[in-house]
T-cell receptor, first 113, second 112 residues
């Protein structure tokens, strides 16, 4: 019963490098989300997906791209990392009628130097 | 989407009830109130949600005022493990893909 799994858990990038964060869920959830959390702040929605092959922008989408090629996976890409993208990234998934709430992953701590 | 207002921090003694308030004066009729908590740096955890009736589960109780402009999350017997940031969220409408928009939350400290 893995739930939502994020890889990697930690990463240090140099400015300008690219990377992809992977989110995998085994609950057959339709919706998936990527959030970022900066120190001392609440979570902010980056992008989300309402189904395989669909993506949409959230509150802070600039500098990120996403893909949902398979229902169980939601990828978050940074094409050219910047120090301002240093943050903890959380993935979540839910049913369309999310009365049971979201299930969150344990986070990816990313540092851009 | 309705905004929420929460006190930045609160504390309570272990074993006592913790009452966390939330104002959502612009809530619309089809919007639910959700509560999540985040312990240390873990992913947020769902606690409870409600529309207009009071709700209770094994973790907490949710009291929503009759006009729905505010609510209170109650942890009946707080323990040290309840120390966390608690987020009150009004869920976006039916055409917004169930996005949850987090605010700054209330940092609850449970004292021994």
């Amino acid at each position: 019963n893995a739930g939502v799994t994020q890889t990697p858990k930690f990463r240090v990038l140099k400015t300008g490098q690219s990377m992809t964060l992977l989110c995998a869920q085994d609950m057959n959830h339709e919706y998936m989300y990527w959030y970022r959390q900066d120190p001392g702040m609440g979570l902010r929605l980056i992008h989300y997906s309402v189904g395989e092959g669909t993506t949409a922008k959230g509150e802070v989408p600039d500098g990120y791209n996403v893909s949902r090629l398979k229902k169980q996976n939601f990828l978050l890409g940074l094409e050219s990392a910047a120090p301002s993208q240093t943050s903890v990234y959380f993935c979540a998934s839910s049913w369309p009628d999310s009365f049971d709430g979201y299930t969150f992953g344990s986070g990816t701590r990313l540092t851009v130097v | 989407d309705a905004k929420t207002t929460q006190p930045p921090s609160m504390d309570c003694a272990e074993g006592r009830a913790a009452n966390l308030p939330c104002n959502h004066s612009t809530i619309s009729g089809n919007e639910y109130v959700y509560w999540y908590r985040q312990i240390h740096s873990q992913g947020p955890q769902y606690i409870i949600h409600g529309l207009k009736n009071n709700e209770t589960n094994e973790m907490a109780s949710l009291i929503i005022t009759e006009d729905r402009k505010s609510s209170t999350l109650i942890l009946p017997h707080a323990t040290l493990r309840d120390t966390a940031v608690y987020y009150c969220i009004v869920r976006a409408g039916m055409d917004s893909s169930y996005k949850l928009i987090f605010g700054s939350g209330t940092r609850l400290l449970v004292r021994p």
